[in-house]
């Protein structure tokens, strides 16, 4: 089992006619149970990509299989396997409690009592959640959201995690614990973690594969010790750092 993305395709259209091409054609596959970082610079289609993955876009040419469902006639099965988490745009409601919208999630899925209860444990063990389930997510530090936002999304027990910018602008120690809950739930659930991020370290600590995009087009698609060997340095940041600069001289030619 696998997520297949097969010549993904999406353009906008802008003001007076003109058109935005945003994702260019790209293909990969993600194995079921990997973490993936999927990285690229501003711009280069990243968003778009993961909002076809998740059905928010429709893309304009190639297919996306999840598990060997597809959009068109599993659209059900697949929101019911996958969770989101996008950084900027809580799933959580502003005004009422963290635990109030644990609760709707629980219904909205049908989640068991026991798996309730259960996942509560897990998320207030290594999230610490049980300091602020009381309190609306407007009164939540930006890392506390983060945890309530990872705890809503995963209650339902999903096979396939989407986290976009999970560890932005959140302090050292909060980063390390979304880092090692992200860990803990990939190792003992193998829930399939398809990350977006700007944060090398979110990769390094996190990663066994990453799939780097640039101008809508693919650019790697491998390991992180292939990636490493193919640079021949273990500097991630300077690698990715090359690869962008890259992107940018190939681009000033084109032009
Ligand atoms: P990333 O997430 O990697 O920063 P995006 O997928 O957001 O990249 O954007 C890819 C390209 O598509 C960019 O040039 C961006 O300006 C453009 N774009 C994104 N969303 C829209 C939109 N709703 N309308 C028009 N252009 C868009």
Not at 41 to 53: D, E, F, L
Request: include cysteine.
């Amino acid at each position: 089992m696998s997520i297949e993305v097969k010549d993904l395709t999406k353009t906008y259209n802008l003001k007076h006619h003109q058109k935005k091409l945003a994702v260019d054609n790209i293909s990969f596959t993600i194995p079921i149970g990997e973490i993936v970082g999927f990285i690229g610079p501003n711009g280069a289609g990243k968003s778009t990509t993961i909002k076809m993955m998740t059905g928010i876009l429709t893309p304009d040419k190639g297919s996306i299989s999840i598990d060997g469902l597809n959009f068109k006639t599993n659209r059900k099965e697949i929101m019911l396997k996958t969770g989101v988490v996008f950084g900027q745009k809580s799933v959580l409601c502003w005004d009422i409690p963290v635990i109030d919208s644990l609760k709707l999630f629980k219904d909205m899925y049908r989640v068991p009592n026991d798996i309730f209860k259960e996942n509560m444990d897990i998320f207030s063990d290594i999230l610490g959640l049980e300091g602020f389930l009381r309190q609306p997510p407007r009164l939540l530090s930006l890392g506390q959201r983060m945890k309530a936002d990872l705890a809503a999304s995963l209650i339902y027990n999903p096979d396939i995690l989407f986290l976009d910018e999970p560890t932005i602008g959140i302090d050292v120690l909060s980063k390390e614990r979304i880092r090692q809950f992200i860990r803990r739930i990939n190792k003992e659930r193998h829930t399939t973690i398809i990350l977006t991020t700007h944060d090398v370290s979110d990769i390094e600590s996190l990663c066994e594969k990453m799939i780097i995009i640039d101008k809508g087009t693919l650019i790697y698609d491998g390991t992180l010790p292939q990636l490493k060997s193919i640079y021949r340095t273990t500097d991630l940041e300077e690698i990715i750092k090359k690869i962008y600069l890259e992107g940018e001289e190939r681009n000033a030619k084109i032009c």
